[in-house]
C-alpha cells in the first residue's frame, strides 16, 4: 500500500528540518522524502502544514503494570493524608467486599506532615477489603492490617534481604509499611489476573500510548506479559514494538527479535529509590542520618550477575538511583572490562539520578547507556533539597550527560510518572513545574535544548536497544512510525509543550490514532 503524507513541516534527528515537505510510504516502509506537486496514485493525506516528527520511544516502562493502573486507585494528587483517604473509602464502597484495592502511586511528600501512610490509618476507612497501595515510585507501598493477615505477615516477620518491614518505634509492632523487597509477600497473596485480564490491561496500555504518539517501548516485563505479547503479534493485533526485558535469571536466557517484540534484555537491581530513602548514596541521607540506602547486591554478587547476563549474549539494564549505586555498577562494567570488549553490547544503567562528576568518564569508555527519565526531576525537586542538601548538584544531570559524550535515552518510568512525552519533553528543557518556577529551572545548566530532547526520545532510545538502523529517524528505508503534532513545539516557548497534543500516530505507515477524527471515512 502507498501512502503519501503531504504539505507537512517535517523534522528528523540529526538533520532537522528536512528539505521535502512529503513523506513516500511503501508497505510501511519510508520510501523517499521530497516536494510533492501533482496526482498521486495512492492513499493521500494532506497535514496542513503540521509538524511531522519520529514517533516517540520510551527507554523505560512498565506497560503492563500502566494498563491495570488506568483501572486501579489513583492517589498520584491526594495532597493530604485526609484525601488519600477519602479516595481509598470511595474506592472501597465501589468494589465488592473483601476484594483487593491495589494501585495507589502516592506521593507523602505532598501532605503536611509528610509522614509515610500506615495500616492503622487505612484501617480506620477501609477496614473489610484488603489494602495494599504502592508510593509513586513503586519501592514502597502500604498494606493495612487484612492486607498482611492475608499474607500470612505478623509482628514475628524478619526483615528480607533487600527490603524493610516499617514498625511503630514505640510498640515495634508493623506499621504497614514496606519496602523493596518486603512487598514481595503481599505481592504473591494478591489474586493474580487472568489471562483475558491480562490481554485486555495490555491492550489499553498500548492504546493510551498510540494517543501520546509512543510508537515504541522497552522495559521489564513478566513471563506472562510477554506470552500476551506474542499471542497479540501471532493475531496481528500488536502495534505497538515492545522490546522487553527478562528480570535477571540463571542459567539460560533465550533471546529472540521480530519486527514488533524481542526480548534481548535481562534486568537487575543495585539499590532502591531517593524517595523511599533506598537509593544507594556515598553519603548519609539528610533527613534520615541514620542510613545511606539500601544495596540489592554487594559488589562481588553484582559483578558475577553482569558477568553472567554479558555471557549469555544479552544486554544489561541496571537499576541505580543513588551516586554508590552508580558507582558499583560502574565498578563491575570496569571489570567486566578488563577481560574482554563490552561497549558493542550497549549495556545500560537505568535511572541514574545521582552521578558524580568523576563517574561521567567512565560511561563513554565502555559504551555504557544512561536511560534517565527527566520527569524525576520535576516531581522530586519539591523535597531533593532536605533529602541531599550539598549533593543535590549532582542529581538529575541531563546536560552533563551529554557534555561526556555519553549515550543517552529519555523515558518516564510510567505508572511511576506520567506517560505524556510531551511533559517529559518540557521537564527536560524547562526543569520547571508544571505550573512554573524555579524561574529559569532548577539548575538551569543541566537543561537541554528541545531538538536534542527529542532526538534523545527517538533516536537515543532507538540506539539504546540497538535498532537505530530501523527507526527513530525520518527517512528512506526506515519503518514509517511517525507522529503528527497539533502545533510546531520548535517555534514556541517550553510551557507551549504543555498545550500541545499528538493528531495522529502512524505505525509502519497505518494510521493507529486520529485525535479530531478528521480522517473518519
Not at 492475608?150 to 519496602?179: C, K, M, W, Y
Not at 503479534?233 to 529472540?256: A, C, D, M, T, V
Not at 519539591?382 to 542538601?389: A, D, M, S, T
Not at 561526556?404 to 523515558?411: D, E, F, K, R, V
Request: proline share 5%.
Amino acid at each position: 500500500m502507498n501512502l503519501l503524507l503531504k504539505n507537512a513541516k517535517i523534522w528528523s534527528p540529526l538533520y532537522g528540518y528536512c528539505k521535502g515537505d512529503s513523506v513516500l510510504v511503501v508497505n510501511g516502509i519510508i520510501q523517499s522524502i521530497y516536494h510533492h506537486d501533482g496526482p498521486f496514485s495512492g492513499r493521500s493525506i494532506d497535514l496542513g502544514g503540521r509538524l511531522l516528527i519520529p514517533a516517540f520511544n520510551d527507554a523505560h516502562l512498565h506497560l503492563m503494570d500502566g494498563g491495570f493502573a488506568l483501572q486501579e486507585i489513583d492517589l498520584r494528587d491526594a495532597d493530604s493524608e485526609e484525601m488519600f483517604c477519602q479516595r481509598l473509602k470511595v474506592k472501597s464502597k465501589e468494589l465488592p467486599k473483601g476484594s483487593w484495592i491495589t494501585g495507589g502511586y502516592w506521593d507523602h511528600e505532598k501532605w503536611p506532615g509528610k509522614n509515610y501512610p500506615t495500616r492503622e490509618l487505612i484501617d480506620k476507612v477501609v477496614p473489610d477489603h484488603p489494602v495494599f497501595v504502592v508510593r509513586l515510585d513503586l519501592h514502597i507501598g502500604t498494606a493495612n492490617s487484612l492486607a498482611l493477615k492475608q499474607a500470612g505477615i505478623d509482628d514475628s516477620i524478619d526483615d528480607p534481604a533487600g527490603g524493610h518491614f516499617g514498625r511503630n518505634p514505640e510498640t515495634g509492632r508493623l506499621n504497614g509499611v514496606v519496602q523493596d523487597a518486603a512487598q514481595e509477600k503481599i505481592l504473591e497473596s494478591i489474586p493474580q489476573p487472568t489471562r483475558l485480564q491480562r490481554k485486555n490491561a495490555a491492550l489499553a496500555a498500548i492504546s493510551f500510548a498510540h494517543s501520546l504518539g509512543i510508537g515504541s517501548v522497552q522495559g521489564e516485563c513478566s513471563s506472562e506479559e510477554m506470552d500476551i505479547y506474542r499471542e497479540l503479534e501471532r493475531e496481528h493485533n500488536l502495534n505497538l514494538r515492545i522490546s522487553g526485558w527478562r528480570l535477571y535469571q540463571h542459567p539460560k536466557f533465550h533471546i529472540e527479535a521480530s519486527d514488533f517484540f524481542k526480548l534481548e534484555t535481562q534486568k537487575t537491581y543495585a539499590d532502591g529509590s531517593l524517595g523511599a530513602t533506598t537509593a544507594l548514596l556515598s553519603h548519609p541521607y539528610l533527613d534520615r542520618p541514620e542510613t545511606n540506602g539500601l544495596a540489592m547486591h554487594t559488589s562481588g554478587e553484582l559483578y558475577d550477575i553482569f558477568a553472567d547476563i554479558h555471557s549469555s549474549g544479552s544486554q544489561i539494564a541496571v537499576h541505580a538511583i543513588g551516586d554508590l549505586a552508580v558507582s558499583r555498577c560502574l565498578d563491575a562494567f570496569t571489570k567486566l572490562q578488563s577481560t574482554e570488549p563490552i561497549a558493542h553490547k550497549r549495556h545500560r544503567i537505568e535511572h541514574l539520578q545521582v552521578v558524580q562528576q568523576n563517574d561521567l568518564g567512565r560511561f563513554k569508555k565502555m559504551g555504557i547507556i544512561a536511560s534517565v527519565q527527566p520527569y524525576h526531576c520535576i516531581d522530586d525537586m519539591r523535597w531533593i533539597q532536605n533529602r541531599l542538601g550539598k549533593h543535590q548538584r549532582n542529581a538529575y544531570r541531563l546536560q552533563s550527560l551529554l557534555d561526556a559524550g555519553i549515550s543517552t535515552a529519555l523515558g518516564t518510568d510510567w505508572t511511576v510518572e506520567p506517560l505524556n512525552p510531551l511533559h517529559t519533553l518540557y521537564a527536560a528543557v524547562s526543569r520547571e513545574f508544571l505550573n512554573g518556577g524555579p524561574q529559569g529551572g532548577w539548575y538551569p545548566d543541566e537543561k537541554v535544548s528541545l531538538q536534542k530532547a527529542v532526538e534523545l526520545y527517538t533516536y537515543g532510545s532507538a540506539y539504546a536497544e540497538k535498532s537505530e538502523h530501523k527507526k527513530g529517524l525520518i527517512k528512506p528505508g526506515y519503518w514509517a512510525d511517525l507522529v503528527v503534532l497539533s502545533q510546531n513545539i520548535f517555534q514556541h516557548p517550553p510551557r507551549e509543550l504543555l498545550n500541545t497534543f499528538v493528531d495522529f500516530t502512524l505505525i509502519n505507515g497505518n494510521i493507529i490514532y486520529d485525535r479530531m477524527n478528521e480522517l473518519k471515512a
